[in-house]
């Protein structure tokens, strides 16, 4: 039996959709004819696309905006370049630390993230194997041109923290910077700015 119908967040087709309540009744029957409706068994949301059947509750579900959900992407793997090149060279040390939050809080747009948040991230950053480069380079389209510069120097400024930028620690900048779409020079440019060499 059909109720009403309207617009909401299919689970499974992942988006917008068109559907329809649906009611289930038991009804007396008369050689197999239904006469009289007796009583509701229950009801169900179908989905006009892809008529899949759901609880009456996936109506109040709201979905993340996509622009939410593109903002915490970026931000987590901002955090998670930056993290990468903190943990590069072994356990970081206090002002290296010091120097990672600030950069994850301007840079990688995390304003909530605390001292706390920052330590529990440490031990499972030193013990991962990927490289996040990759995935700097998914989300490169989004990024402009300053914050692609703002994410190498905030990179920089964590390796120099303690002193001197290592090796581990430069290599891992570089690969950063290559993934988001700057040149080989150019990354060395903005390390002989930041960090001269002595020659």
């Known amino acids: 039996m059909k109720g009403e119908s309207g617009t909401f967040h299919c689970p499974q087709c992942n988006g917008a959709r068109q559907y329809t309540q649906r009611k289930v009744r038991r009804f007396f029957t008369l050689y197999f004819i239904p006469l009289i409706p007796l009583d509701r068994l229950g009801e169900y949301i179908e989905c006009n696309y892809c008529h899949g059947a759901f609880n009456p509750q996936v109506l109040q579900y709201a979905p993340e905006p996509a622009a ?34 600030e950069a994850m809080r301007s840079t990688g747009g995390d304003l909530s993230l605390t001292r706390t948040d920052l330590e529990e991230m440490i031990g499972p ?37 303690d002193g001197a930028m290592s090796g581990a620690e430069e290599r891992q900048i570089r690969a950063i910077g290559r993934a988001a779409g700057l040149s080989d020079a150019h990354v060395s440019g903005i390390i002989a700015t930041i960090s001269p060499r002595p020659a």
């Open 68 to 101: 939410a959900r593109e903002d915490t992407q970026l931000r987590t793997t901002l955090n998670r370049a930056l993290l990468s090149v903190l943990v590069a060279d072994g356990s970081p040390t206090e002002a290296a630390r010091a120097a990672a939050l």
């Open 125 to 161: 950053a030193m013990k991962r194997v990927t490289n996040p480069a990759s995935d700097v380079e998914a989300i490169a389209e989004s990024l402009d041109y300053s914050k692609r510069e703002a994410l190498v120097r905030a990179a920089l400024a964590i390796a120099i923290a």
